[in-house]
């Protein structure tokens, strides 16, 4: 089900036949020639080799839903990527499970737990046939890194418990002439739980885990603890960017400093890239506005974020940010864009190039 491409670009290449270089929005092939089918990925970092994990998508308009599951590659030098198979698979067709075949299952990332010597993957749910409407959050677990994932459950985070910043006004306010009213919807939903789509998991250095994800109709992000186990949420959350709008998440941390990358909500199109910090992960988060630079800066190169990977062979304070280029008319096809992040008196900075390496 993969593109078979034959790429021939010489100066990427050394004699060997491996890649040496990222060239962002090109065909990247795999070990076996095909294009990677990792979309709206993560990268994991474990004994000595990176996995990328991502959703598999399939040729045709329908391709983004999950008809196959969450793909794996692994690789010991970022460049070259071998095919690991599918990490996750989506259930069969009529088997009524929550990630039966055609639902839709996004922005997967693994962690790895070491009180339990588990591989957790969480990710973005719709339940098959009903759009974006569930709003869920998935998780599955493993005992090897490249799978398989076993499918545990579920649901929307936090039911029936309100984030630790809410104050008592906000509690109460039902503001129904806001269209896009987040509180409305923060109300809403305290009971059956907390809306959760564009999602990522960060591991802070206690190895602490967090979930953070568009909540509230994508109105507003929110950051919950996870159990020690990574299975579960501990019911400690708070609400960051009330009213931003923002996607495609993506954390991380420097110099004991927090980070994020997102994005506006604009569907499959492209837009400004946003960047913020914090000291604390609870925040407060302070924008830093769009960190793209250079040609088609304003709409992040034509991708929009998904992870931040921070390089674990020989490179200290090396950081790559990963963004998709969505084709949602042919989603097979959708591309990669990686590229260095520099920092500017502590502000991140992208800087677009058509091809690089370390
Ligand atoms: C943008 C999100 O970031 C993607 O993961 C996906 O949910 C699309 N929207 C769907 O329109």
Redesign the pocket.
Known sequence: MGICIFINVPYSYSQDNKLQSFTPKELWADNNGVHINAH?GGVLFDNGKYYWFGEHKIAGPKG?RAHVGVHCYSSTDLYNWKDEGIALSVAPEGSGSDIEKGC?L??PKVVYNEKTNKYVMWF?LELKGQG?KAARSGVAVSDNVIGPYTFIRSGRPNPGIWPMNVTEEEKKSIDMSDKKAPLRVLNKYIETGQMA??MTIFVDDDQKAYHIYASEENGTTQIAELTDDYLSHTGKYVRVFPKRYM??AAVFKRNGKYYFIG?D????KPNAARSAVASSIWGPWEELGNPCRGKDSNITFEG?STYVLKVQHGRPDSYIFMADV?R?DNAIDGRYIWLPITFKNDKPIIQWKKEWNF
């Open positions: 709206g983004n839709i996004e922005r973005h974006y789509r564009d996607e495609a994005s909500c604009t569907g499959w929009q969505w949602p």
